[in-house]
């Protein structure tokens, strides 16, 4: 199946600095990939829909300064968390989706903020 | 918006019995119906999908069955194993539209 790539697996930061996570498509060309949030013993919460080559989607809630998201390629979607405060410590997952078929998830990311 | 609601949110059963994990969604146009996997630490992944055209899909020991009227639809898993213990999480979607997930059933398969 479709492989997708997510790095870095783990990050420590400390409060008030921005961390970037990169989300790859490695077989497949992806012109949308989406981002989710993963509290502990929770579910998935899409967080923006990153379009390639156009300003990404947010959810409801979201702040889009907050998180910032580039897809700058067909196969690379990047998000940003900028400002990172400990409260935004959590798993970040991305996925991509072969169109109409299913989504195929990266490792995702476990943030925390120190 | 899309709502999509996942019951039980906690599962336990001895290895051998059956499990059954019920999602209810709101959007009548949905029409792709992904069920995920998703053990500790890790990625999810898909382990069965039924699209709208179809009523009941099978795989092995796993069988998901979708009501479009009612619009509810369901995992069924036979013969559980202890390897079977995890988190499991049905979504909706229009066709390549954004996933939307239901809050996830832990399940725990006994020896």
């Known amino acids: 199946g479709a492989v997708v790539s997510q790095h870095p697996s783990r990050v420590i930061c400390k409060s008030g600095t921005s961390v970037k996570i990169e989300c790859r498509s490695l077989?497949?060309?992806?012109?949308?990939m989406f981002w989710y949030r993963q509290f502990p013993k929770q579910s998935l919460m899409l967080m923006a829909t990153?379009?390639?080559?156009?300003?990404?989607?947010?959810e409801q809630g979201v702040e889009k300064d907050k998180f910032l998201i580039n897809h700058a390629s067909l196969t690379l979607s990047t998000l940003t968390v900028t400002s990172a405060h400990p409260e935004d410590s959590s798993f970040y997952i991305c996925?991509?989706?072969?169109?109409?078929?299913?989504?195929?998830f990266g490792q995702g990311t476990r943030l925390t903020v120190v | 918006g899309e709502n999509v609601e996942q019951h039980p949110s906690t599962l336990s059963v001895q290895e051998g019995d059956s499990a059954v994990i019920k999602c209810t969604y709101s959007?009548?146009?949905?029409?792709?119906f992904p069920w995920y996997k998703q053990e500790l630490g890790k990625r999810p992944q898909l382990i069965i999908d039924?699209?709208?055209?179809?009523g009941e899909k099978k795989d092995q020991r796993i069988a998901v069955t979708l009501n479009k009227t009612a619009k509810h639809f369901s995992l069924h898993i036979t013969e559980t194993q202890p390897e079977d213990s995890a988190v499991y999480f049905c979504?909706?979607?229009?066709?390549?539209?954004?996933?939307?997930f239901g809050t996830g059933t832990r399940l725990q398969v006994f020896p």
């Open positions: 996925s991509a989706e072969l169109s109409g078929t299913e989504a195929f």
């Open positions: 077989d497949f060309q992806a012109t949308t």
């Open positions: 990153s379009n390639e080559g156009s300003k990404a989607t947010y």
């Open positions: 959007d009548s146009a949905s029409n792709y």
């Open positions: 039924i699209r709208s055209n179809v």
């Open positions: 979504a909706a979607s229009k066709g390549t539209d954004k996933l939307i």
